[in-house]
């Protein structure tokens, strides 16, 4: 089967990459020439641990290529599938669908053989319904079907999500549409991948809902762990007494630093605006956003609280900037406001992040990027552990307190044993453990 793809950002490049693994014959189409030319010369525009080899391996078997000509690359696909970005709309926080629709609108105009066009992009309840009337004006004369398509892919984790999904969803209005989707998932099916198929309006919403739901159980376990630290309970342990009940499952129960990322703050920030525009209020999700917020720049504090209260002149030596491991990306990270928060009460930061440091640099100027995390722990008064990458999980603790001035961890993913850090002569501070 033929699959164009629109737009080649993180989520039609991973899609593309699978769907070309599977046997299809895909062409990723971008209309951002410098992406398209990296991409022919093997370079990814991301980090994601497995894409490189995997796009490598199925352009060198001819199932993958690579074009800026969107009529051309469209051209007897039977699945169009549309990834382009919805970012958050300045000003109000509404999905912003331009790119979205210009794409529909192309679509429209160079469609010459029967196609399915499926959103993959995260789009608003009701955004299928406006592609097939764009699609529809432009009278292609073929039939086609729009379909809804989300994707959960987690970030770090992608190729092994799109491979073994948890469910697929699909919302078809059509027979048509079912069935081209059903062989674009056949490979899976085979696996025994469950298959949801519901009214396009439905795939839509579940989407949004699936990210607010895991947000509220973030920031749940966030709250539960404030708590904990008042009344001396563990967080661990109620994640674990909690999520051993069937019914609430032990995922999404690490209490940390807040949720942050391309899709938990702008989903849950776009369902508001959906829920407001048709009069029905989530205001549990409403508060999710906001104790999010809040609890971000609160953790600033917590490390200035574990500097003895005056941070003035001291220096933090941040480990993990990304808003999780194994990426790259900084979009909405919980170190940018911790970061800004130390820096107002006169600290002085020092960074490292594995991978993250590049796309960090311009929206942290007042930060310092170390070359290690020893670099940044030289002379520190407090080290403070933002993103567990696996690096910090093994630090050496006897060379940390050596050249440390003061051995102050505060490990805000509880990476550590509080017994054996404190054992070890550190003082140590994590979230909901006492
Ligand atoms: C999330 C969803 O998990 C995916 O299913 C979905 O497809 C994706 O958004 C999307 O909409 O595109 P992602 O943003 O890559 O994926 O990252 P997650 O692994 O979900 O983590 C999000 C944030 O929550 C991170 O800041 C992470 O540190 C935080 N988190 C996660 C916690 O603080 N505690 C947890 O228990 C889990």
Same mark, same amino acid.
């Given at each position: 089967?033929?699959?164009?793809m629109v737009g080649s950002g993180?989520v039609g ?16 189409i971008d ?29 060198? @078997?001819?199932? %993958? ?5 969107? $009529?051309?690359? +469209?051209?007897? &696909?039977?699945?169009? *599938?549309i990834a382009v970005g ?13 790119f979205?629709?210009?794409v ?17 992009s ?70 025994? @991948?469950?298959? %949801? ?5 439905? $795939?839509?919403? +579940?989407?949004? &809902?699936?990210?607010? *739901? ?123 406001? +911790?970061?800004? &928060? ?93």
């Amino acid at each position: 089967m033929k699959i164009a793809m629109v737009g080649s950002g993180y989520v039609g490049l991973v899609s593309g990459a699978c769907l070309a693994d599977f046997g299809h014959d895909v062409v990723c189409i971008d209309k951002d020439p410098a992406k398209i030319a990296s991409l022919l010369d093997g370079v990814m525009p991301i980090y994601e641990p497995g894409l490189a080899e995997l796009v490598g391996a199925n352009v060198r @078997a001819g199932r %993958l290529a690579f074009t800026t000509d969107l $009529a051309a690359g +469209i051209e007897g &696909a039977s699945a169009i *599938f549309i990834a382009v970005g919805t970012p958050s709309r300045r000003g109000d926080g509404h999905a912003d669908l331009t790119f979205v629709y210009e794409v529909a609108r192309e679509v429209g105009a160079n469609l010459k053989t029967p196609a399915t066009i499926v959103t993959k992009s995260t789009v608003p309840v009701g955004t299928g319904d406006e592609v097939e009337r764009i699609i529809g004006e432009a009278k292609p004369g073929v039939e086609f079907a729009v379909v809804s398509n989300p994707e959960f892919l987690r970030e770090g984790a992608a190729i092994s999500d799109f491979k073994r999904p948890d469910r697929i969803v699909i919302g078809a209005e059509s027979e048509f549409g079912r069935q081209v989707m059903s062989e674009v998932y056949r490979p899976l099916f085979l696996n025994k @991948a469950p298959i %949801l198929f519901t009214a396009r309006r439905s $795939a839509e919403l +579940i989407k949004y &809902a699936a990210n607010a *739901f895991l947000a509220t159980k973030i920031t749940f376990i966030n709250e539960m762990a404030d708590l904990c630290e008042k009344v001396g309970a563990d967080v661990q342990d109620v994640s674990r007494g909690i999520g051993l009940d069937g019914r609430i499952g032990p995922k999404f129960l690490h209490a940390g630093p807040g949720y942050g990322g391309s899709c938990f703050p702008k989903d849950t920030l776009a369902l508001l605006k959906t829920a407001e525009d048709y009069d029905s209020p989530t205001r549990i999700v409403e508060a999710v956003v906001k104790v999010n917020d809040s609890r971000k720049r609160a953790m600033g504090r917590k490390v200035v609280e574990a500097l003895g209260g005056d941070a003035r002149g001291k220096k933090v030596a941040m480990l993990g900037l990304t808003f999780k491991p194994n990426t790259d990306d900084m979009r909405d990270s919980p170190s940018i406001a +911790i970061a800004q &928060a130390l820096d107002d009460a006169g600290a002085k930061v020092v960074a490292y992040d594995p991978e993250g440091m590049e796309l960090a640099k311009p929206l942290m100027p007042e930060v310092a990027m170390a070359a290690n995390p020893y670099e940044a722990i030289e002379g520190a008064d407090a080290i403070v552990i933002v993103t567990e990458w696996d690096a910090f999980r093994a630090l050496d603790l006897k060379r940390v307190k050596d050249i440390a001035k003061a051995p102050v961890l505060v490990d805000l993913r509880n990476v550590y044993d509080p017994a054996e850090l404190r054992a070890e002569g550190f003082t140590y501070v994590s979230v909901g453990r006492v």
